[in-house]
């Protein structure tokens, strides 16, 4: 019979046998599946595994010291953290094409990625352990669908962050491959993983850099961060995180309208709230949420996020509409 104890026990057993006594790695993308493979491969060969993370300064407010504290925390791994926030905000200068921002943030990832990976293995061999491992939170519906192609594969350049580079030659340990979503939060929540990192609704890899419609700053990135966790925080306060599948708060940083606050006319930007249903994000339906909770968002994030002055609701299904905006 299937339950999570049977699952860990037999793969940690299949994963001391695969690497005796050589080295693994792990990329971690702040997201549940990698988070989840780690634990159990930590769990299974302790030391011999390091996770690498990339800090591209992309993420939401709290979430790389979730990965630094909180995972590391629960679970005891050797962590590399490398901090590539001025080299993506580098990259990204200038650009305002869905596309482009989505290949460059891509591109800049796998080579961070592939360097740290590099020192690595460099620093282990140089203790004679020889790094044979990578550790991928791939899931059985990411075997299924990578089979065949779908048709959704070519709106967007979806870039799985912390994805194989295709020259890299590693084996690969991918104790998730027989499992489904909701089985490998059981799996994470056994293995002693804080309902924070378990419980994560999906997020894109490329971060916000794809939830601000125009260029990718600083400023904008700190604004978008701030309104994105007001409405988190409200949203599990009411209770709706199982309800709604995901909800992007989206920046529209080449708008502006005019607004009063006090006594003084505003000219700011708006921030969209997208709460969408699903069961696979194929396709998705606007929430249906209390208005009281929309009231509760949209007065605090006017009140304490500076240079936002409106707050608009996405009404659109998908399709026609995705669930990001680019
Ligand atoms: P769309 O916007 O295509 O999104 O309706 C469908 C689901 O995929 C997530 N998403 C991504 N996930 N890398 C990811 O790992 C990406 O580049 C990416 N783009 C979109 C999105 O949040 C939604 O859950």
Known sequence: TWTTGNVIEEQI??????????????????????????????????????????????????ETEQVEKDFVAATGVQLKVVDAQERFLTALAGVSDPE??????????????????????????????AVEFLVQGTLYPDVVESGGGTGTANIKSHHNVGGLPEDLEFKLIEPLRQLFKDEVRMVGAELGLPAEIVQRQPFPGPGLGIRIVG?????????????????????????????????????????????????GRTYGHPIVLRPVSSEDAMTADWTR??????????????????????????????PPGTIEWE
């Open 13 to 62: 057993a299949s994963i001391r046998e695969q690497v005796g006594t050589k080295r693994a790695i792990c990329g971690l993308s702040g997201g549940v599946d990698s988070a989840v493979a780690a634990a159990l491969v930590q769990k299974a060969i302790g030391s011999q595994l390091t996770c690498v993370y990339v800090d591209h300064g992309l993420m939401r407010k709290g």
């Open 100 to 129: 482009t921002k989505r290949k460059i943030i891509g591109r800049e990832f796998i080579r961070v990625f592939e360097q740290a990976q590099a020192e690595l293995v460099a620093e282990a061999g140089a203790a004679g352990e």
């Open 215 to 263: 260029e990718v700053t600083k400023e904008r990135l700190d604004l978008l961060r701030e309104a994105d966790a007001i409405a988190r925080e409200e949203l599990t306060a009411a209770g709706l995180d199982n309800e709604i599948w995901q909800c992007p708060v989206v920046l529209l940083a080449d708008v502006r309208s005019v607004g009063v606050q006090g006594d």
């Open 289 to 318: 949420m209390p208005y009281e909770v929309l009231a509760k968002i949209s007065t605090r994030i006017t009140n304490e996020v500076k240079d936002v002055n409106r707050v608009v609701l996405d009404v659109t299904s998908k």
